[in-house]
Nanobody, 129 residues
Framework: QVQLVESGGGLVQAGGSLRLSCAAS????????MGWFRQAPGKEREFVAA???????????YYADSVKGRFTISRDNAKNTVFLQMKSLKPEDTAVYYC???????????????????WGQGTQVTVSS
């Protein structure tokens, strides 16, 4: 069982920045594929970013086109934490942001909510225009 706790959400003006954190339980965190998703009111939960970790090659990152170049996912395996640095925020980034973990071996699939068995409670990000 993996528990995930997000923090760092809030209200920010357009063009501003926020950094989300997600603390995970578990002794094999470095093997987890970690993802960030978001859900705006009336919309489906959508992929934002994901990061794998392989001992020999390090982490590979994946991003939705809508956030590429503005958001950066990173992880600190020693602290069992994954981050989402968000810059140049836009009003359309407003959503509840969820951290997710896939504890299975890397299958090369990161974009669907179906790939992730564990979810945090979410943190609200509101970007004002």
């Amino acid at each position: 069982q993996v528990q995930l706790v997000e923090s760092g959400g809030g209200l920010v003006q357009a063009g501003g920045s926020l950094r989300l954190s997600c603390a995970a339980s578990g002794r094999t965190f470095s093997k987890y594929i970690m993802g960030w998703f978001r859900q705006a009111p009336g919309k489906e939960r959508e992929f934002v970013a994901a990061m794998t970790w392989h001992f020999w090659s390090g982490g590979a990152t994946y991003y939705a086109d809508s956030v590429k170049g503005r958001f950066t996912i990173s992880r600190d395996n020693a602290k069992n934490t994954v981050f989402l640095q968000m810059k140049s925020l836009k009003p359309e980034d407003t959503a509840v942001y969820y951290c997710a973990a896939d504890t299975r071996p890397d299958s090369g699939s990161y974009y669907s909510t179906d790939e992730y068995a564990y979810w945090g409670q979410g943190t609200q990000v509101t970007v004002s225009s």
